[in-house]
């Protein structure tokens, strides 16, 4: 195999500990990504001291490799300070670069501390050419491509003059990275924000057309192992090979970067050696693996619905158990400080712990091979024969290499953390963090006022809609943009010419490459019609439509509005900042936002315009595959009692909860924070007249009442995690 290849390609690898990071090092890999402490996706793992982190990059400088620090997570108003403070901290440590998804962290970085390198973190979606594009407008230097990407698609996005980082080996999600919702809508614990519980993992249930009930794990995605890829990887031209693993041990990542440093520095003798490259690769004890979307948009070993997707090899199930004792016919050898973790397959529920303790026929052991029944201790969590024990990683050794001496750090953290450039720019920002003061004593009598009515935004994907929807009088009818809703416009072209000033069009959050041309000539036609609002869904589309825009001439004075949809996952007011210079003149917050956190954004929004989510099924997730174990329409049902629906949207798997998200019973809240427009999405369901009728009147009353038991409120009365 002769491969031309400019530049080879780097081998990134994750560290949620030294002992990882030491390992990842000595094993060859040529950058390091870890944690930045408070604000990186990762925030269940161990954070790193600032101390530690000096040390770190020290050891690796020396070695000629690179960090990075990953700050990956959506910020909340409250902790805008706080991120000034790591921003400086970064600053200060001059890592390789950090990786971001807030567009009010970017917009912090990129105009206060210019010399901190940013990479686009997968969090971002960048899936298509046009987002890759105007990221690099921006002023990335570096794009994590979204893993959902072809090999093709890939090949174009490393022409567009920016580097390109791409996910070659671990956990995979089932929904695209920014935009899953699960986690939170179940409990409020943000997979944005780095806390996801991971409901995917679970198993669902439904009714099938027999009636008989059906289970299985349809959405917890096996483990990518992309290194039969690296030669078609390597010869397009992308930048960073990654590996997932931040929360994985030190034994793992030895492994996998052994494997794939073997495989990168070989690949003009590819064929030999990959075979003990994947030898390398099963040490690691990962899931069952998969190419991923390398080879097939609809890979068709992405998922084992009949497993659970545990971590680890599958040592055997519980028999009789007691105080903490199970009886298990071990599957392969264990020893005591093994890493298992038990899965109870009524809950889903899942316990990891370190192996302290085997007995067999009454004698203690340190070690059991294969094929023995033994007593293993698992504490005290409560056991049910019939659950599944996993081996998800081997006693854990120290190195025996080089060792990170971080105590000679600890005076350069302490004078870090006395710099106060990070209050100077926080300061300078003139951002408030606390909400108002309560003043008490008597208050004065005034006089009753009507109490303020925000204008309403409808939107929906049903062309039906738009006529018994304008009946309401909203302020702005907006329509999912997508093959059929454009035809029916095409087909009452002539009719259209009196919603020219109240429709919106919408962009979904994700296009694939090969709909950009569509989207593209379906835009020009639009503007030819006199149509000029549209609201997008990712950041990077602004461009898409300047670039039609562009290609039509339309006159100077005509010019095109941009709004903001929620996916834009603004939960912070200098992410408010972005859009403006992006042009999106207004924007809804984030749907994920609490009462506290949108109170803060509205004192804090400038010129800004904002609204807000008040009723629909938001997609708890958006994926790109098509599963055979599938039912669209069916409900699912978690071991939790969550109920779900899936649906089939702009070519993309989406799941909605049975429950719809409903602030309608608070508006009197929603009000008081003087927002500028609410949103009410019946998309994905057509509602009868009456009903439409009855949901603005709702709204309109403004009273307090209690929700009704099949709606949710999400995080609106609730802290965001």
């Not at 050891?59 to 990075?68: D, I, T, W």
């Not at 912070?572 to 859009?579: D, P």
Request: hydrophobic share 40%; net charge positive.
């Amino acid at each position: 195999m002769n491969l031309e290849i400019d530049v080879k390609p780097e081998l990134l690898a994750p560290a949620g500990s030294i002992d990882a990071f030491e390992a990842a090092v000595a094993e060859g890999a040529d950058a390091v990504y870890i944690g930045a402490p408070a604000f990186n996706a990762r925030n269940l793992a161990r954070h790193f001291s600032v101390a530690e982190i000096a040390a770190m990059i020290s050891f690796a400088h020396e070695r000629g490799v690179k960090v990075y620090l990953a700050a990956n997570s959506l910020v909340k108003e409250e902790e805008l300070a706080a991120a000034c403070d790591m921003l400086a901290m970064c600053n200060e440590l001059q890592p390789d670069a950090l990786i971001i998804q807030d567009l009010g962290l970017y917009y912090l970085a990129h105009n206060h501390f210019p010399e901190l390198q940013l990479h686009a973190s997968t969090l971002m979606a960048a899936h298509n050419s046009v987002a890759v594009q105007h990221l690099g407008a921006m002023g990335f230097s570096r794009v994590v491509l979204a893993r959902e990407m072809t090999l093709p698609e890939i090949d174009l996005a490393c022409r567009q003059g920016v580097e390109i980082e791409v996910f070659v080996h671990g956990a995979l999600c089932f929904a695209y990275s920014g935009l899953c919702l699960f986690s939170s809508y179940l409990g409020g614990k943000s997979g944005l924000r780095g806390r996801c519980v991971q409901p995917c993992r679970r198993r669902y249930t439904m009714v099938g057309q027999s009636g008989k009930v059906e289970a299985g794990y349809h959405f917890s995605m096996n483990d990518l192992s992309g290194i039969g890829s690296l030669p078609d990887l390597a010869q397009a031209g992308v930048r960073s090979l990654k590996i997932e693993g931040r929360m994985r041990s030190r034994n793992y990542v030895a492994s996998v970067v052994r494997a794939y440093r073997l495989a990168l520095d070989n690949l003009n003798d590819f064929e030999h050696v990959l075979p003990e490259a994947e030898k390398l690769l099963d040490q690691a004890m990962g899931r069952k693996s998969t190419s991923g979307y390398f080879i097939s948009p609809q890979p068709a070993d992405a998922l084992s619905p009949e497993h659970s997707g545990n971590i680890g090899m599958f040592l055997g199930r519980i028999g009789n158990h007691d105080k903490g004792w199970a009886t298990v016919k071990v599957q392969h050898s264990v020893q005591v400080g093994d890493r298992l973790r038990l899965h109870q397959e009524k809950t889903g529920e899942r316990h990891s712990l370190t192996l302290k303790s085997i007995q067999s026929r009454g004698e203690q052991h340190q070690e059991v091979p294969k094929g023995w029944k033994v007593d293993i201790f698992l504490g005290d969590i409560e056991l049910t024969s019939g659950d599944s024990l996993y081996k998800v990683d081997v006693k854990d050794e120290k190195s025996k290499g080089d060792q990170i001496k971080v105590a000679p750090f600890k005076a350069v953290a302490e004078s870090i953390g006395k710099s106060d450039i990070g209050k100077q720019v926080f300061n300078f920002l003139a951002v408030k963090t606390r909400l108002p003061h309560k003043s008490g004593g008597a208050k004065k009598k005034t006089k009753p006022t009507a109490p303020y009515q925000p204008p309403v935004w409808l939107r929906s994907d049903e062309w039906s809609v738009v006529k018994s929807g304008h009946d309401q009088h909203p302020e702005h009818i907006v329509i999912s943009l997508d093959q059929l809703s454009f035809e029916q416009a095409m087909r009452q072209r002539r009719s259209l010419r009196h919603l020219i000033r109240s429709l919106v069009w919408a962009l979904p959050p994700v296009i694939l490459e090969a709909d950009l041309e569509f989207y593209f000539q379906g835009l020009i036609t639009l503007m030819e019609l006199g149509f000029y609002q549209f609201q997008i869904g990712h950041i990077s589309q602004v461009r898409l439509l300047r670039q039609a825009s562009k290609a039509l001439s339309i006159p100077k004075h005509q010019k095109l509005v941009f709004y903001g949809g929620y996916t834009l996952n603004i939960l912070n007011s200098l992410a408010l900042r972005t859009l403006q210079k992006n042009g999106v003149g207004s924007t809804s917050l984030s749907i994920e936002t609490d009462l506290d956190n949108a109170r803060l954004i509205a004192i804090n929004r400038g010129q800004m315009k904002i609204g807000m989510e008040v009723y629909g099924h938001p997609p708890l997730f958006t994926a790109r595959l098509h599963s055979d174990s599938f039912q669209y329409g069916r409900v699912m049902k978690s071991p939790k009692g969550e109920e779900i629906v899936l649906q089939e949207r702009f070519g993309q798997t989406v799941a909605l909860a049975k429950e719809p998200f409903s602030l309608l019973d608070v508006m009197h809240d929603v009000a008081r924070l003087g927002i500028d427009y609410v949103g009410i999405d019946i998309s994905g369901q057509l509602l009868k007249r009456k009903d439409l009728q009855l949901l603005f009147q709702r709204l309109i009353r403004q009273s307090k009442g209690r929700l009704s038991p099949d709606e949710s409120r999400f995080n609106f009365r609730n802290n965001l995690m």
